[in-house]
């Protein structure tokens, strides 16, 4: 998945501890979006971006803040992580004249 | 109903047996369709992208759309083992600002040798 690269891969987290996920793209495309996935639930939209400095919710926000600060840059914050929010979480970029959408490896998270 | 609706599966085929996958879905508005497969513990990568009705091939790969049904699917010809996979469908409204991708949940395929 060459040009996304979420940062951490993996995490463990306490019931109530905050944390940032990073997304970093290389491709200067204007579209990102932070999806979670679940067993039986598919790919559910959490935020996206349609640019630098914009943001907006998508189909499951609560829980979440994001930032785009820099165009390459996508930041998913849990303020306070609880045990619903276990889950692998995949950022995804998409050019503004483009369909498709590219995703990264994804991040592992636990709430214990 | 959901916009999407994709059958879980799993689906469990012989190497070498033609694979068909298949998605429905309610609004008529959608454009574009996209096939994603996506191995264990990896991200999503896409496989075939198809605008409006027809087929598109890519090797052993056909992507076809049938929007008077409002159903794609994807066939996959002389399946191997590497096509063991979980697939999933996607489409959306436009390639624009409105292009936000709708998933179906996915199919699981096992592909034994």
């Not at chain 2, 063991?84 to 998933?103: E, H, K, V």
Request: glycine share 10%.
């Amino acid at each position: 998945n060459a040009g996304v690269t979420q940062t951490p891969k993996f995490r463990v987290l306490k019931t109530g501890q905050s944390m940032t996920l990073l997304c970093a793209q290389d491709m200067n495309h204007e579209y990102m979006y932070w999806y979670r996935q679940d067993p039986g639930m598919g790919l559910r939209l959490i935020h996206y971006s349609v640019g630098e400095g914009t943001t907006a919710k998508g189909e499951v926000p609560d829980g979440y803040n994001v930032s785009r600060l820099k165009k390459q840059n996508f930041l998913l914050g849990l303020e306070s992580a609880a045990p619903s929010q276990t889950s692998v979480y995949f950022c995804a970029i998409k050019g503004n004249t483009r369909t498709e959408a590219f995703f990264g490896q994804g991040t592992r998270l636990t709430v214990v | 109903q959901k916009e999407v609706e994709q059958d879980p599966g799993p689906l469990s085929v012989p190497e070498g047996a033609i694979v068909s996958l298949n998605c429905t879905y309610s609004n008529s508005a959608f454009q574009y369709f996209m096939w994603y497969r996506q191995y264990s513990r990896k991200g999503p990568e896409l496989l075939m992208y198809t605008y409006s009705s027809g087929n598109k091939e890519d090797g052993r790969f056909t992507a076809q759309v049938d929007k008077s049904s409002k159903y794609i699917s994807l066939f996959i010809r002389d399946s191997q083992p590497s096509d063991s996979a979980t697939y999933l469908c996607a489409m959306s409204f436009d390639g624009g600002s409105q292009g936000n991708l709708i998933f179906g949940k996915g199919t699981k395929l096992s592909v034994k040798p």
